[in-house]
């Protein structure tokens, strides 16, 4: 399901989940699955491209480069984190005119000094809010269009407390961004007093991190509390990262892929499921008018 606008969804009573991917395949796989937006994941990006830990070692071309890969396969709206936006307020405006024009729909910032770390670990760092908030006008002054959405991350809570996270997001809010994001709540007290302190009308995301900070609440009671947005940003790494490890691991014990057959796809299954059939098609209609 293709929305038109990503602005106009997070408006409604309903709450819109967003499953994460970093790649065309997933994000096809995702789509197919019907979702109606997409979250491209920094800390997927970390995991899957370096093999390394999400602690600000992506760069903005490497995330511009694998968004504008998945936007050539998928239509679906894209929110896309962009860690600190790569440094200063002017960094920041750089970043997001860059993946706008890749094919953002909506641009994730947080607080976080650089190079920052993963918001479910510990010893983060932040910069003042006065230099966030400037960060979040720039961004807003840089987009082409009103309907690229800026969501403003805080991670405050593990850092100056649960208020100060609050505080914080009211001044993002106030300097103009789209979305509110307080990363790493406690509980699901916590996450009711982030709904609370906000109008229903302003758009609020949740972030569901498999054994992190937060604990796994499903989209009807987020939904309930009152957030507009909720993401499973890295479950779909963790999920094919455990199934690649026994993978290998059987291949290496037994020599052959016969006693992980139940748990792949065939050659014929994968290539349905990425469009081959369909694309070779189109070629040979292309090749038809050429004739």
């Known amino acids: 399901m293709t929305l038109t606008s990503l602005?106009?969804?997070l408006g409604e009573r309903e709450i819109l989940l967003a499953a994460g991917i970093y790649d065309g395949l997933t994000a096809s796989l995702a789509a197919?699955?019907?979702?109606?937006?997409?979250?491209?994941?920094?800390?997927?990006?970390?995991?899957?491209?370096?093999?390394?830990?999400?602690i600000g070692l992506v760069t903005m071309s490497e995330v511009a480069d694998a968004l504008s890969l998945i936007r050539d396969r998928v239509a679906e709206p894209l929110i896309v984190d962009a860690d600190t936006g790569y440094g200063n307020a002017l960094n920041a405006q750089r970043t997001v005119r860059l993946l706008e024009r890749a094919g953002a729909n909506a641009?994730?910032?947080?607080?976080?000094?650089?190079?920052?770390?993963?918001?479910?670990?510990?010893?983060?760092?932040?910069?003042?809010t006065a230099e966030m908030t400037g960060k979040i006008k720039a961004a807003v002054d840089a987009r082409a269009s009103e309907e690229t959405l800026v969501i403003a991350r805080t991670d405050a809570v593990a850092v100056e407390g649960f208020d100060t996270a609050i505080a914080r997001a009211c001044a993002y809010r106030e300097a103009g961004a789209d979305v509110l994001f307080i990363e790493a709540p406690r509980s699901e007290d916590q996450l009711a007093a982030i709904a609370r302190a906000f109008p229903r009308g302003v758009p609020l995301m949740a972030n569901m991190v498999e054994g992190g900070r937060t604990p796994i609440?499903?989209?009807?009671?987020?939904?309930?509390?009152?957030?507009?947005?909720?993401?499973?940003?890295?479950g779909i790494v963790r999920a094919?990262?455990?199934?690649?490890?026994?993978?290998?691991?059987?291949?290496?014990?037994?020599?052959?892929?016969?006693?992980?057959?139940?748990?792949?796809?065939?050659?014929?299954?994968?290539?349905?499921?990425?469009?081959?059939?369909?694309?070779?098609?189109?070629?040979?209609?292309?090749?038809?008018?050429?004739?």
């Open 240 to 291: 094919i990262a455990k199934t690649a490890r026994a993978f290998y691991e059987t291949l290496a014990r037994e020599g052959d892929t016969q006693a992980f057959r139940d748990r792949m796809f065939d050659f014929d299954e994968l290539n349905a499921a990425i469009g081959t059939p369909e694309m070779l098609a189109l070629g040979r209609d292309y090749e038809g008018e050429t004739r």
């Open 7 to 9: 602005k106009q969804r």
């Open 217 to 234: 609440l499903g989209r009807a009671t987020l939904q309930a509390l009152g957030f507009s947005l909720v993401i499973f940003p890295g």
């Open 107 to 128: 641009i994730q910032l947080e607080d976080q000094t650089f190079p920052k770390r993963c918001g479910h670990l510990s010893d983060k760092t932040l910069i003042p």
């Open 32 to 54: 197919a699955a019907g979702f109606e937006a997409l979250y491209v994941s920094g800390a997927s990006l970390a995991y899957t491209r370096l093999g390394r830990p999400d």
